[in-house]
């Protein structure tokens, strides 16, 4: 199986989140995919096939397959630019249909996604404490603007909002009962952000339920946290940055554009780049 090693989210020639790609004839078996995602060992990958005018596409973490992941839909923009011209193009996920866009010019590669629709609820005292004891943070390091929050584009997530940029630089976990606790909930990764200004934001993601201790660049948590900023009637004036993965030394770039629109669809864009194959 013919797998492209793409970094989306890319920080010029360096950083973003490592993604495969595998382009098929037909969609091979969940299992063989699920061996297939194990074996690449990046966070996700993604398979993807024709079927008349859309392609149908499915994403495996090394331990799970995920409903939706923004990094992997990234990089397979960059892929059906790079394989079948610039254009939209339709997707079909399990659960819900979207879009991606792939651009090439010259070497640079960029993508944007149209995210499922966004919702957002208040998490519950006792999922923010867990989440607190997680991290070894307490409450007087959450920033009051952006209340903790179970957030979603496409899959879900528990959001918490630092107050100090140092305390997410410090970020750290037991990566075992971080599997037990998101999984337990239901959360892809928790979203763990920082306000440097209303409209520049950084972000670390746990993913220890597909076993990945931390993502550098996650589109789908930026989709849903975009959502919740719409929710909060945040002043993002209809777009916001985030810097993620600098602390991992893999500085990504993600860019969200937010309609009005209470639960519509967030444009998440980004720079992609060619990566090696793993060991090669």
Not at 221 to 234: H, I, Q
């Amino acid at each position: 199986m013919n797998v492209a090693n793409v970094a989306a989210f890319s920080d010029g020639d360096a950083g973003g989140n490592p993604a495969g790609v595998v382009l098929c004839d037909t969609l091979p078996s969940a299992e063989e995919m699920q061996a297939v995602a194990a074996e690449v060992g990046y966070s996700e990958t993604a398979f993807s096939a024709r079927e008349g005018e859309v392609w149908r596409t499915r994403y495996f973490a090394p331990e799970m397959e995920v409903p939706f992941c923004g990094h992997a839909t990234i990089a397979l923009g960059a892929v059906l630019a790079l394989n079948h011209g610039d254009g939209v193009y339709p997707l079909q996920l399990n659960e819900t249909a979207i879009s991606v866009e792939g651009r090439r010019d010259g070497d640079r590669l960029t993508a944007a996604l149209q995210s499922p629709t966004t919702r957002s609820a208040p998490a519950t005292a006792d999922q923010v404490q867990a989440a607190l004891a997680l991290f070894g943070y307490t409450a007087a390091d959450l920033d009051p603007r952006i209340p903790p929050a179970q957030v979603n584009g496409g899959a879900a997530h528990l959001l918490l909002a630092l107050a100090d940029r140092a305390a997410l630089s410090a970020m750290k976990y037991d990566l075992a009962a971080g599997q037990v606790l998101m999984r337990e909930h239901g959360w892809v990764t928790i979203s763990l952000v920082h306000a440097e200004t209303e409209r520049l934001f950084h972000a670390r993601n746990p993913f220890a339920a597909g076993g990945v201790y931390e993502d550098p660049a996650t589109g789908a948590a930026a989709a849903a946290f975009s959502g919740y900023l719409r929710d909060l009637d945040w002043p993002h004036g209809g777009s916001i940055e985030i810097i993620q993965g600098e602390d991992m030394g893999a500085k990504s770039r993600l860019f969200a554009q937010i309609t009005p629109e209470k639960g519509a669809s967030i444009r998440v864009s980004g720079a992609a780049r060619l990566m090696k194959p793993l060991g090669a």
